[in-house]
């Protein structure tokens, strides 16, 4: 399958990508990864006339520490994450990344495209939701950070403008005592999963003392399932306040029935991702080295 | 090819190296890798499947790791190094591999081998002695429909001994 013809160019630097988009006008679009926009392209559901690549450009894959933060450059693969020992700090970022679709995927996608594509089927933005996270952007007035939550707008719309780009994403490293996981349930390692729920949880002995929980795919972007957190915050982490959490997220969750699954379905699963999640990041938060990851046959 | 006005598109130059030898060629920039690679330099061993990013038979190796050539333009290729399927034997001896896969039954129909094989590619670069679950990690990215993929993992296996040993 050929896409429609497009024009190339090639930026050389972050901010010639910018001004050159600027210059293509409407017609133009950035190609990162491309692992979701040239699938997009060969189906023609998206067609434009000038492909802006920002795959030659040095110096946007990188991940660094810096007073208590990690700093993923925009361009950073979700196979470099998937290895890097520095993200090993944030354990929900390496479950993540080390699930994103198939090895071929990981070794191409990035976490800069991904969160500017804000599917709602995406992994990134589940995950880093429930963290403190800011998301570094270029236009032609210059840079701006978005905290995540203001940058997703809504299904595939983002705060981005039209000729602005993603050149970084900041995730501040969560205190002691705090543990994370998140768990996506796919019927097959290259499809998007049905759905997928990212926990982190701050303990205090037994006693919950904070909870962030997030549920992906079952609405037109991440959930933040708040009367889930109440569930915990404050309480005593056992069998009991965990259903009540996970009934709570069920409640949350707004899915459709599609290819994937039916909407109650849907609603089914989120229950025991939410439950196993929780129990992952209360042992996490206790110092346990526990496996989360992608759940497929 | 397909559609009209690609003469008012340019087409773009590029050098890369495949399988240790260098080409230059003029493309359209819409051309994807695997297109490039079977109808541009006549290597059809790399195939064409679902051709949506799903089946990994058009999987080969840029720079050394796996990609699906189905999901990048030939253009994005420019300066790298690409191995496919036709790399992989030297000298007219099959590679540990290759070998491994016919001896232990790994293929039937065989469409969707060089993919998987140069997913183990990646795969025993890394590490020669993969678990089970590390290997259905690593090829979690390709599709076979004939062999239920239990031969595919004692090939795997194999390999990496045959690697190591060699």
Redesign the interface.
């Known amino acids: 399958?050929?896409?429609?013809?497009?024009?190339?160019h090639?930026a050389g630097s972050l901010k010639e990508a910018v001004s050159m988009l600027g210059q293509l006008g409407e017609g133009a679009k950035f190609l990162a990864g491309?692992?979701s926009l040239?699938?997009l392209?060969?189906l023609r559901f998206a067609n434009p006339e000038h492909?802006v690549?920002l795959?030659?450009i040095t110096g946007t894959s990188f991940i660094k520490e810096d007073s208590g933060t990690l700093h993923f450059g925009a361009m950073t693969r979700h196979?470099e994450i998937e290895h890097a020992a520095l993200a090993k700090k944030i354990p929900v970022l390496h479950d993540c990344a080390a699930g994103i679709?198939?090895?071929?995927?990981r070794?191409?996608g990035t976490i800069g495209g991904s969160l500017a594509e804000a599917d709602p089927s995406g992994d990134w933005a589940n995950a880093l939701i429930t963290l403190d996270t800011m998301v570094h952007c270029l236009g032609p007035s210059g840079a701006r950070t978005i905290q995540l939550s203001d940058f997703i707008k809504d299904a595939y719309t983002t705060a981005l403008a039209h000729d602005e780009l993603v050149t970084e994403v900041e995730v501040k490293i969560p205190p002691p005592g705090s543990g994370g996981a998140y768990l996506a349930f796919k019927r097959?390692?290259?499809?998007y999963p049905s759905a997928s729920a990212a926990v982190q949880l701050t303990l205090a002995g037994d006693v919950c003392q904070d909870a962030a929980i997030a549920l992906g795919c079952v609405g037109l972007m991440a959930i933040r399932a708040t009367e889930a957190e109440n569930a915990l915050r404050g309480k005593n982490l056992n069998d009991e306040t965990i259903a009540t959490a996970a009934e709570a997220a069920r409640a949350a969750a707004d899915p459709q029935t599609d290819m994937r699954g039916s909407a109650e379905y849907k609603r089914q699963l989120v229950v025991a991702l939410v439950k196993r999640a929780i129990q992952i990041a209360a042992r996490r938060a206790r110092g346990e080295q526990v496996e989360g990851a992608h759940l497929?046959a | 090819m397909p559609e009209t006005a690609t003469s008012t598109i340019d087409k773009i130059a590029v050098n890369l190296s495949i399988n240790g030898k260098p080409c230059s060629r003029q493309v359209e920039p819409r051309m994807l890798l695997v297109e490039f690679l079977r109808e541009a330099c006549d290597l059809t061993g790399t195939h064409v499947g679902c051709d949506t990013t799903y089946c990994g038979a058009c999987t080969v190796l840029m720079n050394g790791l796996a990609v699906k050539s189905c999901t990048m333009f030939a253009v994005q290729a420019d300066g790298s190094q690409i191995i496919t399927v036709e790399g992989l034997e030297k000298d007219g001896k099959l590679h540990p591999i290759q070998k491994a896969f016919g001896d232990s039954y790994g293929l039937q129909c065989g469409y969707c081998t060089p993919g998987l094989m140069l997913s183990t590619h990646q795969l025993l670069s890394e590490n020669s002695e993969p678990s089970e679950k590390e290997i259905r990690k690593a090829i979690a990215g390709n599709t076979c429909r004939c062999t239920g993929y239990m031969n595919i993992f004692k090939a795997i296996k194999l390999a990496g001994r045959n690697i190591k040993g060699a």
Do not use: C, E, W
């Open positions: 399958m050929y896409p429609r013809s497009f024009h190339y090639r491309g692992q040239i699938p392209l060969k492909l690549d795959n030659f196979a679709a198939d090895v071929q995927v070794n191409r097959t390692a290259p499809v497929y």
